[in-house]
């Protein structure tokens, strides 16, 4: 039973990122030597969860891993983060959901993702979850992981918590998503793949934004990697423009989660700060981010961030 009441609740997805470096990405049918090889914790929800956590939110996660040595040690990581993981269950037959990652010298990669446990989230799960999900102030959302059980929390927090739905990957099985959420969350190539629009520059950002608010999204949050990101609100329709500062990233990986954790740790413990400045805040961390190596490796710990960020 959970006794203290988690702030910051995600309803998402565990993968184990398996990454093998190569000299290049092997052709069909061809076996290559690669040159190292490296094992992370991933999937979009625990990697929001781990952020969030990290900035100081106290924040539990609702998931499924598989019963194999992965999940368990899974669990043993998300406790070690200080995540409340009591609504996380090891599902019997199942293996961990894996993300196997072939990474060329060149940069270009191949990612084979195989859910497992995940596409056992259920509505049940929810459910189970139902007072932890209530009195969140800020939940998450993203769309590896069953689009039934997203949308049974989304309906149980409807008027309570914010609800924030990161449409990452872009295969939006629900319209729903786009006007049950108080914040729609997509990055440049989500939304090119939503919308059939090209969205590389910030007047592209703008008419995006635009779009996905005429979509019926009441906010809707755009990021554009090295570019910062858009902002528009129902009360405040024009399209807002955060800059990020310029960095020499070292490994973008896992930089839209680091965003999102940030931002669903200022909108539960900073309420009082503007929309515009709690996402500035959450581009800023999420570029710190970007100059370590790995994703849930380079989230930043709170005692790492500068005042400003506090
Ligand atoms: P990923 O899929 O790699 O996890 P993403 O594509 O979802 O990330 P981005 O839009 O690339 O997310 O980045 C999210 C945020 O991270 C940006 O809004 C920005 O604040 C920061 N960021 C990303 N890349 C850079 C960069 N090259 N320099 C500075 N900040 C960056």
Do not use: W
Request: include cysteine; charge should be negative; hydrophobic fraction near 40%.
């Amino acid at each position: 039973m959970e006794v203290s009441k988690p702030r910051v609740v995600v309803v998402g997805s565990c993968m184990i990122d398996l990454v093998s470096y190569a000299p290049r990405l092997p052709r069909a049918g061809e076996t290559l030597t690669g040159r190292k090889f490296q094992q992370g914790f991933g999937g979009k929800g625990a990697n929001q969860c781990v952020a969030a956590a990290r900035l100081g939110a106290e924040t539990a996660l609702i998931a499924r891993l598989g019963d194999d040595s992965f999940g368990h040690e899974y669990l043993k990581a998300l406790n070690k983060e200080g995540v409340q993981t009591g609504y996380v269950s090891i599902t019997k037959e199942m293996h961990t959901g894996m993300a196997q990652i072939v990474v060329a010298e060149c940069g270009e990669n191949q990612i084979v993702i195989v859910p497992g446990a995940n596409r056992n989230l259920c509505v049940e799960d929810v459910q189970l979850a139902k007072e932890t999900i209530e009195a969140a102030k800020v939940l998450l959302f993203q769309l590896e992981t069953p689009v039934e059980a997203t949308l049974a929390a989304l309906k149980l927090a409807k008027g309570k918590g914010k609800r924030i739905v990161n449409a990452a990957p872009a295969v939006l099985k629900d319209t729903a998503l786009f006007t049950e959420s108080d914040i729609f969350c997509i990055n440049e190539t989500e939304a090119e793949e939503l919308l059939k629009i090209p969205v590389k520059s910030i007047e592209d950002g703008y008419k995006a934004a635009e779009k996905f608010r005429d979509l019926g999204c009441s906010a809707i949050v755009i990021t554009l990697g090295s570019q910062g990101a858009i902002l528009s609100t129902q009360e405040d329709p024009t399209p807002y423009h955060i800059p990020v500062k310029k960095v020499q990233p070292v490994d973008t990986t896992g930089a839209g989660d680091a965003f999102l954790g940030a931002m669903a740790y200022y909108m539960a413990y900073h309420p009082q700060l503007s929309l515009k400045e709690i996402v500035h805040r959450a581009c800023s961390v999420a570029t710190i981010s970007v100059q370590s190596p790995g994703t849930q490796s380079s989230f930043p710990y709170r005692n790492e961030l500068p005042d400003a960020l506090l």
